[in-house]
Every structure is written in structure tokens, then in C-alpha cells.
């Protein structure tokens, strides 16, 4: 982190003034370093500059909007924690905003202990990857049949073909591959991939499942199983 682990770095990107401060003001009463922009341009130069451990960004800025500050960041190879704040909460507007490597969505008006628990939720998720990253050689790599995971390097391989994932398809899979045989539901997903303990955006667990299996069907048999009204598996096909 930038900050030393109690005082993580969060960047707030709004035009609306009275959000900023005051999502800026309950950031600092909890311990958080703050920066802020007004602007989508401005935060894209804020978050290259300073480096943030996570961006709290609003979707409807005046010039860039949010969704295409977070694609401009992650094709800059920056995996910066997002949580999109925003009062547009259809399911397309959350698809949309999650496939483009967004981490949460929190909707206006919003309860600032509840973003709070989110933020704190994010950055736990982002502290146990990078404990993985920096463990022993060996550890991390997760293997399910021919599908090999690389929790280290952050890559992924089927058959020797390397694939290339999202950071959000990368922790689906990796939580699929970490309980293989075990049938998951999608609550159980939601929580532990996107850290979000409610079933309500359940269909972005069966879109980023249908995202995964386009990708990694056509290099072999499914790995990926539904079972009807419950949930997900991942398994070989000759483990039943």
C-alpha cells in the first residue's frame, strides 16, 4: 500500500461536491489517507501519479465518465481496487461497469458506514492476494485437470494455451479452482469474489461464468457445471 496498513490511501473521484467531502470527511475520521479529483481526467492523472490503494469513482463525471476512467486504468495494466458510486443501478449499468474490471457498485443515495464496510471489505480481498503473490514459488498455483491458475504471476493456462482473464474473471476462477468438486452457490460467490454478502446482483455471477466459459471451453471438455437452483462447480469431467 502507499500508506503504511493502518492508513490505507483512497483516491475519491466526484464532481458532486458535497459527496466528495463527505466521503472524504468519513474516510479520514476512519483512519484512511484521502486524495480527491473532480474530474475523470483529473483522477486518471491522480491515480498514476499518487497510486492509490483503492478509487471510490462516480460514474457520471463531466468529461470522462467513470466507466471509461476504469477501462483507461486497467489497460494501463493498473489493478487499483474501484468501487463505482453512482446513482445509475440498472442491471446493464452493472454489468458494464463490473466487465470492465470494476471491483463493487455502490448506488445513490447511499449509507457512508455502508460504503465504509465495503472499502475496508475491498482492500482485505486485496491484502490476502498480494500475501499469495508474495509467498514460496510453489504456492499459489492451483491445477484442475489441464486448467492451471498462477496466483503469483496472475496467469492462467489450459492445456499449455495461456488465457487471458479480467482481474474479476481471474478471482472467480481462482475461487472455483480453490473449492473444485464443491458445488457453489451464487450468495457464496458474491460474498467471496466480490465481497458482497447479498443474493441481489446475482446475475453478474452468471455473467462472469459465461464470460469464463467462453474462454476456456473451446481449449477442452467444460470444467465449469451448473447445478440447477443452487449453483456452480468446477470439476473435470471424469470427477463426476
Not at 33 to 56: F, K, Q
Not at 90 to 110: E, I, N, Q, R
Not at 111 to 135: N, P, Y
Amino acid at each position: 500500500m502507499s500508506e503504511t496498513a493502518a492508513q490505507p490511501h483512497v483516491l475519491v473521484i466526484d464532481d458532486e461536491p458535497n459527496i466528495r467531502d463527505l466521503v472524504q470527511a468519513a474516510l479520514r475520521f476512519h483512519g484512511f489517507t484521502v486524495s480527491t479529483a473532480e474530474t475523470g481526467s483529473e483522477g486518471l492523472s491522480s491515480a498514476r501519479s499518487h497510486r492509490p490503494d483503492l478509487i471510490v469513482l462516480d460514474v457520471l463525471l463531466p468529461d470522462v465518465n467513470g466507466f471509461d476512467v476504469c477501462r483507461q486504468l486497467r489497460e494501463g495494466h493498473d489493478n487499483v481496487p474501484v468501487i463505482y458510486l453512482t446513482a445509475r443501478d440498472t442491471p446493464s449499468d452493472t454489468v458494464t461497469g463490473l466487465s470492465l474490471g470494476g471491483d463493487d457498485y455502490v448506488t445513490k443515495p447511499f449509507s457512508v458506514e455502508a460504503l465504509i464496510a465495503r472499502i475496508r471489505a475491498l482492500l482485505r480481498r486485496t491484502q490476502r492476494d498480494a500475501a499469495t503473490a508474495a509467498g514460496p514459488e510453489n504456492e499459489g498455483v492451483l491445477r484442475v485437470s489441464d486448467l492451471e491458475l498462477n496466483e503469483r504471476t496472475w496467469t492462467v493456462r489450459r492445456a499449455g494455451t495461456p488465457i487471458d482473464l479480467s482481474p474479476t474473471e481471474f478471482r472467480l476462477l481462482a475461487y472455483l479452482m480453490s473449492n473444485a468438486g464443491q458445488v457453489l452457490s451464487r450468495a457464496q460467490l458474491l460474498e467471496n469474489v466480490w465481497g458482497w454478502d447479498y443474493a441481489g446482483q446475482s446475475q453478474i455471477v452468471e455473467t462472469y461464468v459465461s464470460y469464463l466459459r467462453r474462454k476456456l471451453d473451446p481449449l477442452g471438455p467444460p470444467l465449469i457445471h451448473t447445478q440447477r437452483g443452487v449453483g456452480y462447480a468446477l470439476r473435470a469431467q471424469n470427477d463426476g
